[in-house]
């Protein structure tokens, strides 16, 4: 059994969220300089140019890359070995989140009711968390601060096995098409596909985390990932959706076990600043 | 690439000039406002009161930035999605509101609006907040503080680069762009 104060929780998450919202992965940054070079258009090579620099003057400066600093989203693993001291485990969780959104002057942009009240709880909490209790003695954190221009732009449809492919294709590129301008394109393309609805829903958050040209172990799903990118960059919507080729940087599909009739499909659709962190403890 | 320059207030015949695709550079005196402001504008018009500031000629930016920090004039403040305040922007269109700076999609209404009274629609860059930001060289809130970031602030700007992406004719960027482009897949 190995002890973890939560304060090394805190800590850790405290540091990510300081770092990832105001310095870009290097991944997204070759992605850009990449898409520069596609590009045809003259304004959506501007607008990649403008993001480029943006991205430089966040790093440079520690100002947010984009204003909104997003909802905190993590992803934990904590190894059942670990016995953890100092209080509870969601309390240090949010309390990294405080401090970092304080500190870094970030933008607090969660209301405590969705729907009649809508009251700024002024420290960006609560986060999102999702836990899962895994063999061995570490903790593994994916952290991710999440827009929500480009997170009101999902979606998710239960398919059916009959839809297949065809139809899982059709739904990422319906729901891309259908946000056009809105989530900040150039985009990256979470999908999750199986499990129940909110599994899917899920898995194609943690998608959108996965590196910039990482492929699915599986190379039908990988074979996949590279068909909806090319079909999405033939759309035309372009950097900042004035048109142009740079529409998507990836696709990530991520897949899991589902039941006998169905076919569940979610589509996470992140922006260019796609800010994520990992660490282990 | 070549910039024209606008100083606002933004008067009906040179917003009316302003074509689909015109890149801009706005330098002086705008105004912020989304979603929870133009709740408050609109009730307002709708109970029949004035609205608290006069929008004739003036430019709206849809924008909640992050927290200045010191020696900053603004954090970062890049375009937040127009369609949220869709609802709200025929009524101060009508009200002689002139010009809004956001990004993607606008309703039907909004743009019937827009032809209506000569108005115009700009893109800026999302994303590119930090960017922005060193545009920004003052932004004081002025009405509704107690909304924070989401106070309708007066900000100065210089050389802030914009895109006439909807103009008083309907012509709409983001329809004409995406066509140009787009490529038939097998």
């Known amino acids: 059994m190995r002890e973890i104060h939560t304060d090394k929780i805190r800590d850790a998450v405290r540091q990510l969220y300081l770092d990832m919202l105001c310095t870009i992965g290097d991944d997204i940054t070759l992605a850009l300089r990449s898409g520069l070079e596609q590009e045809e258009s003259p304004i959506g090579c501007m607008l990649l140019r403008q993001l480029l620099e943006n991205n430089e003057i966040a790093r440079n400066e520690r100002v947010g890359i984009c204003q909104d600093t997003g909802m905190a989203i993590l992803f934990v693993e904590l190894g059942q070995e670990i016995h953890l001291t100092g209080g509870s485990f969601e309390d240090a969780v949010n309390q990294g989140v405080r401090e970092a959104y304080e500190e870094g002057y970030f933008r607090k942009s969660v209301v405590d009711d969705p729907l009649f009240d809508r009251i700024n709880t002024k420290d960006n909490t609560p986060a999102v968390i999702h836990l899962r209790l895994l063999?061995?003695?570490?903790?593994?954190?994916?952290?991710?601060?999440?827009?929500?221009?480009?997170?009101?732009?999902?979606?998710?449809?239960?398919?059916?096995?009959?839809?297949?492919?065809?139809?899982?294709?059709?739904?990422?590129?319906?729901?891309?098409?259908?946000?056009?301008?809105?989530?900040?394109?150039?985009?990256?393309?979470?999908v999750g596909i199986g499990g129940t609805m909110e599994v899917a829903a899920q898995l194609a958050k943690y998608a959108t985390a996965r590196p910039i040209g990482d492929r699915h172990a599986d190379p039908r799903y990988a074979d996949l990932e590279q068909k909806a990118l090319s079909a999405i960059n033939a759309l035309g919507i372009g950097p900042g959706g004035l048109g142009g080729r740079v529409t998507a940087l990836d696709v990530h599909i991520e897949s899991c076990p589902t039941h006998i009739a169905g076919l569940p499909v979610a589509v996470n659709i992140c922006c260019h600043a796609s800010r994520h962190g990992k660490c282990e403890i | 690439m070549d910039y024209k320059k606008?100083?606002?207030?933004?008067?009906?015949?040179t917003a009316r000039s302003l074509r689909a695709g015109d890149l801009v550079m706005i330098s002086g005196i705008i105004y912020t406002g989304r979603d929870a402001a133009h709740k408050r504008l609109f009730e307002l018009l709708e109970k029949g009161k004035e609205l608290p500031l006069d929008l004739r000629d003036q430019i709206i930016y849809y924008v909640g930035p992050t927290p200045a920090r010191p020696g900053r004039a603004c954090g970062s403040a890049g375009p937040t999605t127009s369609y949220r305040m869709d609802k709200y922007t025929p009524a101060l269109l009508d009200r002689g509101l002139r010009g809004m700076i956001g990004k993607g999609l606008r309703s039907n209404e909004v743009i019937e609006a827009m032809e209506r009274n000569g108005a115009v629609y700009f893109a800026a860059t999302g994303g590119a907040g930090a960017l922005i930001s060193s545009c920004i060289t003052e932004a004081v809130p002025i009405l509704y503080e107690d909304l924070g970031t989401e106070a309708i602030h007066q900000m100065h700007v210089r050389n802030f680069p914009v895109t006439v992406v909807i103009d008083s004719l309907g012509n709409n960027l983001y329809e004409q762009g995406p066509v140009r482009y787009r490529r038939d897949t097998p």
Do not use: H, W, Y
């Open chain 2, 6 to 13: 606008i100083t606002p207030p933004l008067n009906e015949m």
């Open chain 1, 135 to 190: 063999p061995g003695d570490k903790i593994c954190i994916t952290a991710m601060a999440k827009g929500f221009g480009s997170e009101n732009m999902s979606a998710m449809r239960m398919l059916v096995p009959a839809d297949g492919e065809e139809g899982v294709l059709k739904t990422i590129l319906d729901t891309v098409r259908q946000a056009g301008p809105n989530p900040c394109p150039p985009i990256i393309v979470g």
